[in-house]
């Protein structure tokens, strides 16, 4: 009774030891992949969106091999722990238990990583509802970060069948349109050069200009005439900004200093108006 009882407290202790293993292995090395590799690819301006996903994959593996290693210590079950060492049946039981839409988060997340519709830090906007900044690629979901840091989590299948707006993809420079009409009697001509005049004099617009539309004479900044509406004439101008981040602070910005400038010009911004008449009834 004492041997049996010395034996499985030997297997469970070994157990133990194996799990307690695991975890620290699995532990050392994500802060080692985050302290060393992950910071000196953000040093190096390189792409960490492959580093992040093969990182999960590699954390997977580990507790693999430690929950096989585990199971070889109990007698009942050291054919499937060998099976799992061996490799051999790695594949079988994954398809055995996972479903089918765990397979196809998997899948879709290697297809991410490997054609990249977008990477971590990029700024993506999903069906004109989400926008925020992708923080990881694991090989369930994609997590994004929103601008009221809200985490928001979509699996990898539903991300890699929907239309994505990706802001920095080749290109992070952002375009703002600002739109804004002006009354009939106002004087057109001038509130196009104040429109012109407040994007030019910001400190976030940038020039697109090549050096071929220099040398044409193209100007520093574009402001149109775009329609003759009802009540107003509606006029657009184009700003340049670095990135997204910027080009909102751009727009806000430029919308308050236009307005100020046309106050100070009288130069009308039409609003709706209603007018109402009572008329007494006749006795």
Same mark, same amino acid.
């Given at each position: 009774?004492?041997?049996?009882?010395?034996? #499985?407290?030997?297997?469970?202790?070994?157990? &133990?030891?194996?799990?307690?293993?695991?975890?620290?292995?699995?532990?050392?090395? $994500?802060?080692?992949?985050?302290?060393?590799?992950?910071?000196?690819?953000?040093?190096?301006?390189?792409?960490?969106?492959?580093?992040?996903?093969?990182?999960?994959?590699? @954390?997977?593996?580990?507790?693999?091999?430690?929950? &096989?290693?585990?199971?070889?210590?109990?007698?009942?079950? !050291?054919?499937?722990?060998?099976?799992?060492?061996?490799?051999?049946?790695?594949?079988?039981?994954?398809?055995?238990?996972?479903?089918?839409?765990?397979?196809?988060?998997?899948?879709?997340?290697?297809?991410?990583?490997?054609?990249?519709?977008?990477?971590?830090?990029?700024?993506? @906007?999903?069906? #004109?509802?989400?926008?925020?900044?992708? %923080?990881?690629?694991?090989?369930?979901?994609?997590?994004?970060?929103?601008?009221?840091?809200?985490?928001?989590?979509? *699996?990898?299948?539903?991300?890699?069948?929907?239309?994505?707006?990706?802001?920095?993809?080749?290109?992070? +420079?952002?375009? +703002?349109?600002?739109?804004?009409?002006?009354?009939?009697?106002? $004087?057109?001509? /001038?509130?196009?050069?104040?429109?012109?005049?407040?994007?030019?004099?910001?400190?976030?617009?940038?020039?697109? /200009?090549? *050096? +071929?539309?220099? +040398?044409?004479?193209? *100007?520093?900044?574009?402001? /149109?005439?775009?329609?003759?509406?009802?009540?107003?004439?509606?006029?657009?101008? =184009?700003? =340049?900004?670095?990135? &997204?981040?910027?080009?909102?602070?751009?727009?806000?910005?430029?919308?308050?200093?236009? !307005?100020?400038?046309?106050?100070? %010009?009288?130069?009308?911004? *039409?609003?709706?108006?209603?007018?109402?008449?009572?008329?007494?009834? #006749?006795?």
């Amino acid at each position: 009774m004492l041997k049996k009882f010395s034996g #499985e407290f030997s297997t469970i202790s070994m157990i &133990a030891i194996i799990i307690a293993a695991t975890f620290l292995i699995a532990f050392l090395f $994500n802060w080692m992949a985050h302290r060393y590799i992950k910071r000196s690819l953000m040093m190096l301006d390189h792409d960490v969106t492959s580093f992040q996903f093969f990182r999960h994959i590699i @954390t997977a593996i580990i507790y693999l091999v430690g929950f &096989a290693a585990a199971l070889v210590q109990i007698p009942a079950l !050291k054919i499937v722990g060998h099976s799992l060492l061996a490799g051999a049946g790695v594949i079988s039981l994954v398809a055995g238990l996972a479903s089918q839409q765990a397979l196809s988060n998997i899948m879709s997340g290697i297809l991410i990583v490997v054609f990249k519709p977008f990477r971590i830090n990029d700024r993506i @906007t999903l069906r #004109e509802t989400f926008t925020g900044i992708v %923080e990881d690629i694991n090989l369930r979901q994609v997590v994004i970060r929103d601008f009221e840091n809200n985490r928001i989590i979509i *699996p990898n299948s539903v991300i890699s069948s929907d239309i994505i707006v990706n802001a920095h993809m080749s290109d992070a +420079k952002c375009c +703002k349109m600002i739109e804004i009409g002006i009354g009939y009697s106002s $004087n057109m001509e /001038r509130a196009l050069e104040i429109m012109t005049e407040e994007v030019a004099k910001h400190p976030l617009y940038i020039d697109t /200009r090549t *050096p +071929k539309d220099i +040398k044409n004479g193209t *100007p520093l900044v574009v402001a /149109r005439v775009i329609a003759l509406a009802e009540s107003s004439v509606t006029l657009k101008v =184009w700003a =340049w900004a670095e990135n &997204a981040t910027d080009g909102f602070v751009l727009y806000c910005d430029l919308l308050q200093s236009i !307005k100020h400038r046309f106050d100070a %010009e009288n130069i009308e911004i *039409p609003f709706p108006q209603r007018k109402v008449t009572l008329q007494k009834e #006749e006795d």
